[in-house]
């Protein structure tokens, strides 16, 4: 069954870990003024730090495609030469921390988005996108580190080798014949960047259905990400390992696990369960906006009596689920509004938006929101009691911003969600403060004309509790909050107090009630410093927020980092020897039984073979290392109709040692012969080929 928000019991315990860390982080890092938040909370912009790190890694890696020349026999030279310059060495280092560095972030954001449960619905968009763009970062960095053809390369190359065969495989079976692959290289650098631009597309559709998308983060971010990953670059420039030499095998290599963590788990377990793991997994991921979807309390619904075609729910609806059409009723208004339930994700901001009250959520009428304040407080008001009305999210409500209800009082609940809360908080006074609590999805719902009701109607002060601008579950229900609350300064001045605070802040929220507590006003000011005092107190607010902020991000960074260790792909004291085969087998119905003068008909651009369907037998290998049969098997010709070439590739390692290696094939579908039969000696580390000869018609050893 499909929960509301606060009914997520799993995701909410997990959020409100998360949110306990945002929590100590805007403490350490936040400059308040008057008691709102600024932004200088790096979670708060993971998504923008994602787009930041993709302009990072174009603008270094242009620098980088400028030096680079690709093939085999010139790339690893190259990326030496890049490296031994110190702008060369901070742009490939910086390049690389920032590729590591951007896998984290996106891991980041989407674990956010996850634990506030922000996937599914109308974000299903943002959410699938998101993770297809993922992979194909991944797949752009695992063919960053195939350019520079270094021991990681050589891994890379011998797993794609024994995964994809074929004519791949053979190109790289030998070091003189990788040598003749620099179109290979060039196919994989045009690919690293025409892949790396389809990334600006994907962004595109990830943020398709928001309104005023965002896509620069704050220029302090930018700033200290750019400094971190300098300083890091510096205090550790990337290195490149041994070139690659396929005549060897790769001991133990330092790895970037971030792209190339697959390559030790598929050497131990195959290629079908890791990447069906992998698969499973995603695939899961993918589907978890149905899978996990919840329930809101919208769609939003239009009365349209008493829509008067302002256009102002259609401006600051932030998911575009509000379009205007003209008017085909007697009304004089020209246009009316249009929900789009498939978009609408019930923040209720149009609401808030729409004073006339021409705007309802389906599962939450403004009328019953209304009803349940004048209750509550026409009940403390027959007891003696003025209490706070506070007005806030959902967010807060359910991980814990305010006081602890009283557990003698029910909460008025609407579709058994909880509606309406009763506290009291002491802090220092000897009467505690009465509380009642209104929940709403955002704190953008807010219409200014409830906080007058509630002080007409008895409460002593109207408190107004929002997630920080940056932070909004909704996007910018506290922007449009701001504006309407700034229009109506008669309200701030009657003891309405607004507050930004991170959800979970208990501390901030009651360190304002102590205030209401004692009579502050809501428009009071903190008593005012001298320039001076504003000069160095504000300068170290800031050096303190910047110093935590960098701290933060060179652990995050940091933690990427991380994930580059040494990683064996075979033992010193093993040997291996490589089988290649590219060989037509014999046809099965040879041109000779065409008649005579059948072949004088066919024209010149056809092969006698094709009228007979051209079909070849497969052929057959089978090899003996010192009398023992260590391979048997058959390859099959390719092509629709068995007409290609027929190509294989066996691996197997040895100790090192000499060894009396004979190999028979059959090629006609009759007979065995005998293509090779001599002594091998292979060395420790060494790889020994043998690769078919099509003239020679037998196996030579390299």
């Not at 004692?518 to 005092?533: L, M, N, R, S, V």
């Not at 048997?632 to 629709?640: A, N, S």
Request: proline share 7%; charged share 20%.
């Amino acid at each position: 069954m499909k929960r509301y928000y606060p009914q997520r019991r799993v995701l909410r315990r997990l959020e409100r870990g998360w949110t306990r860390i945002e929590v100590l982080l805007n403490r350490l890092t936040s400059d308040k003024v008057d008691g709102q938040v600024r932004p200088w909370n790096p979670l708060y912009h993971l998504g923008t730090l994602a787009i930041f790190l993709l302009i990072v890694l174009a603008v270094t890696g242009t620098y980088l495609t400028i030096f680079y020349r690709p093939g085999a026999d010139r790339a690893y030279e190259t990326v030496m030469g890049i490296s031994h310059s110190w702008l060369g060495s901070l742009m490939r280092t910086v390049h690389r921390y920032a590729a590591d560095g951007l896998l984290l972030v996106i891991l980041l954001h989407a674990l956010k988005m996850f634990l506030s449960d922000r996937f599914w619905g109308s974000r299903w968009l943002a959410w699938v996108s998101g993770w297809l763009l993922l992979i194909l970062i991944w797949i752009i960095g695992v063919m960053g580190y195939w350019l520079v053809w270094d021991q990681r390369a050589q891994w890379l190359t011998e797993y794609a080798i024994g995964l994809l065969k074929g004519a791949f495989a053979l190109a790289f079976i030998t070091p003189e014949i990788a040598s003749r692959t620099f179109a290979f290289f060039v196919i994989i650098l045009f690919l690293h960047i025409f892949l790396s631009v389809l990334i600006v597309l994907g962004i595109l559709v990830h943020e398709l259905r928001l309104s005023r998308a965002r896509w620069w983060s704050p220029r302090w971010l930018m700033v200290g990400t750019g400094l971190v990953l300098v300083a890091l670059a510096m205090a550790r420039p990337a290195t490149s390992a041994p070139p690659a030499d396929l005549s060897r095998l790769v001991g133990t290599v330092s790895l970037d696990h971030w792209y190339l963590g697959f390559l030790r788990p598929t050497s131990l377990w195959g290629n079908l369960p890791f990447w069906g793991a992998a698969g499973l997994v995603m695939a899961v991921l993918l589907a978890l906006p149905w899978l996990a979807r919840g329930r809101t309390m919208g769609p939003a619904v239009v009365a349209e009596p008493a829509c008067t075609g302002c256009t102002l729910c259609f401006q600051q609806c932030p998911y575009e689920a509000i379009e205007m059409r003209p008017r085909t009723d007697e009304a004089h208004y020209p246009s009316r509004a249009v929900v789009n339930p498939a978009l609408c994700t019930g923040c209720g901001i149009c609401v808030g938006t729409c004073a006339p009250g021409g705007m309802e959520l389906i599962g939450l009428p403004t009328s019953r929101l209304r009803e349940t304040i004048q209750e509550a407080l026409t009940s403390a008001r027959a007891a003696g009691q003025a209490p706070v009305v506070i007005f806030t999210c959902q967010r807060h409500t359910t991980l814990g911003s305010l006081p602890e209800a009283l557990p003698d009082r029910e909460p008025t609940k609407v579709f058994s969600q909880p509606l309406l809360l009763r506290h009291a908080w002491s802090g220092s006074n000897p009467h505690p403060l009465p509380l009642v609590s209104l929940s709403l999805p955002c704190a953008g719902m807010l219409q200014p004309t409830w906080a007058r009701e509630s002080l007409k109607a008895g409460a002593r002060a109207v408190l107004v509790l929002s997630c920080p601008e940056d932070d909004c579950a909704f996007r910018e229900g506290p922007r449009w909050l701001a504006e309407r609350l700034g229009r109506r300064h008669a309200l701030v001045r009657q003891g309405v107090y607004w507050l930004e605070a991170a959800p979970g802040d208990r501390h901030a929220v009651t360190t304002l009630l102590t205030r209401i507590a004692a009579g502050a006003p809501a428009d009071e000011q903190p008593p005012a410093d001298t320039p001076q005092q504003r000069g160095w107190r504000g300068i170290a607010r800031r050096l303190r927020s910047g110093l935590v902020a960098l701290a933060l991000l060179t652990l995050t960074f940091g933690l990427a980092l991380t994930a580059e260790r040494p990683t064996t792909a075979s033992t010193l004291n093993t040997s291996m020897i490589r089988l290649g085969l590219a060989h037509p087998g014999k046809l099965k119905a040879p041109s000779s039984e065409i008649a005579p003068e059948v072949m004088t008909k066919l024209p010149d651009s056809v092969a006698p073979e094709q009228v007979l369907g051209g079909e070849r037998f497969p052929v057959h290998l089978r090899v003996e290392v010192d009398g023992k049969t260590v391979l048997e098997r058959t390859y099959r010709p390719r092509g629709l109709r068995r007409e290609g070439i027929t190509y294989g590739l066996e691996s197997w390692t040895l100790p090192p040692g000499s060894y009396r290696i004979r190999i028979w094939m059959m090629d006609d579908g009759e007979a065995w012969r005998l293509v090779f039969d001599d002594r091998v000696e292979v060395e420790a580390g060494r790889v020994r080929t043998l690769l078919y000869d099509e003239e020679g018609a037998v196996f030579h050893l390299y």
